[in-house]
């Protein structure tokens, strides 16, 4: 599908791997529109990218269907890619062997898994109803879970579940959505230069990245913008969960 002259949605487009992908859209030639809280810099970036800023919480169908009407406002809304998310560590029990705080639990799974959900539904509506392509595609919709979904460490049960459900309802949806011209697929990165990770000393970085096998370096969240460009760009990629993470399998902790 050709990104130039596109609308393209990006969620949590304001840093990491988000705005990366903003970025990288809209050099090729994509109207992008940036989904973000109030606080983060999303008008800016919009502003220095010549799109659109939509502050909303991505968990909220309302203010998400208004930024999907403004992105098809801008252009024809046919790329959607789901970064927005968060990954607050929580084990089972604390060191007192008492039980989570089970509210944490539900806000990962609400903000990860329902949020992206969220936006899947009220993006394939409007992408639904516009024209298709010469090769009958009318959209593509790429989704962010995590390698964590696979081999989760101990104290993320709930990011993992979250992610894993990404996973999960990835290949149903592009099913469905196959009657309408629209792809759905799931990038899984491993450990990312992410704002997450940055707040930690370089030591602690560089012994993480020390632990992928090849490269033996952090992933780049251009590298993950990137794989949403071929995503978009080559056709009979559908309804598959992609790992983005030089091979690495994470130890229990």
Do not use: W
């Given at each position: 599908?050709?990104i130039?002259?596109?609308?393209?949605?990006?969620?949590?487009?304001?840093?990491?791997?988000?705005?990366?992908t903003?970025r990288?859209?809209?050099?090729a030639?994509?109207?992008?529109?940036i989904?973000?809280?109030?606080t983060?810099?999303?008008?800016?970036?919009a502003?220095?990218?010549?799109?659109?800023?939509?502050?909303?919480?991505?968990?909220?169908?309302?203010?998400?269907?208004?930024?999907?009407?403004?992105?098809?406002?801008?252009?024809?809304?046919?790329?959607?890619?789901?970064?927005?998310?968060?990954?607050?560590p929580?084990?089972?029990?604390?060191?007192?062997?008492?039980?989570?705080?089970l509210?944490?639990?539900?806000?990962?799974?609400?903000?990860?898994?329902?949020?992206?959900?969220?936006?899947?539904?009220q993006?394939?509506?409007?992408?639904?109803k516009?024209?298709?392509?010469?090769?009958g595609?009318?959209?593509?919709?790429?989704?962010?879970?995590?390698?964590?979904?696979?081999?989760?460490?101990?104290?993320q049960p709930?990011?993992?579940?979250?992610k894993?459900?990404?996973?999960a309802?990835?290949?149903?949806?592009?099913?469905?959505?196959?009657r309408?011209?629209?792809?759905?697929?799931?990038?899984?990165?491993?450990?990312?230069?992410?704002?997450?990770?940055?707040?930690?000393?370089q030591?602690?970085?560089?012994?993480?990245?020390?632990q992928?096998?090849?490269?033996?370096?952090l992933?780049?969240?251009?590298?993950y913008?990137?794989l949403?460009?071929?995503?978009?760009?080559?056709?009979?990629l559908?309804?598959?969960?992609?790992?983005?993470?030089?091979s690495?399998?994470?130890?229990?902790?």
């Amino acid at each position: 599908m050709q990104i130039a002259g596109s609308g393209a949605l990006v969620t949590g487009g304001a840093s990491g791997l988000g705005l990366a992908t903003a970025r990288r859209l809209a050099a090729a030639g994509a109207t992008v529109t940036i989904i973000d809280l109030p606080t983060s810099k999303g008008a800016e970036i919009a502003a220095e990218l010549g799109g659109v800023f939509a502050a909303a919480d991505v968990t909220n169908p309302d203010e998400v269907a208004a930024a999907v009407a403004a992105a098809q406002a801008a252009a024809p809304l046919r790329i959607v890619v789901n970064c927005a998310g968060i990954a607050p560590p929580a084990k089972v029990l604390d060191r007192e062997g008492n039980p989570a705080d089970l509210a944490g639990f539900e806000r990962i799974i609400r903000i990860n898994l329902v949020g992206t959900f969220n936006v899947i539904s009220q993006a394939s509506a409007v992408i639904a109803k516009n024209d298709p392509g010469a090769d009958g595609d009318r959209g593509v919709i790429v989704s962010t879970a995590s390698v964590a979904a696979f081999d989760g460490q101990i104290g993320q049960p709930a990011y993992s579940a979250s992610k894993g459900g990404v996973h999960a309802m990835t290949l149903p949806i592009a099913r469905e959505l196959a009657r309408y011209g629209i792809r759905v697929c799931t990038i899984a990165p491993g450990i990312m230069e992410t704002p997450m990770l940055a707040g930690l000393p370089q030591a602690a970085q560089d012994s993480l990245g020390e632990q992928v096998p090849y490269p033996a370096r952090l992933g780049r969240p251009d590298e993950y913008a990137s794989l949403v460009q071929q995503i978009v760009e080559n056709g009979y990629l559908n309804g598959e969960t992609i790992r983005l993470d030089g091979s690495i399998r994470m130890a229990p902790k």
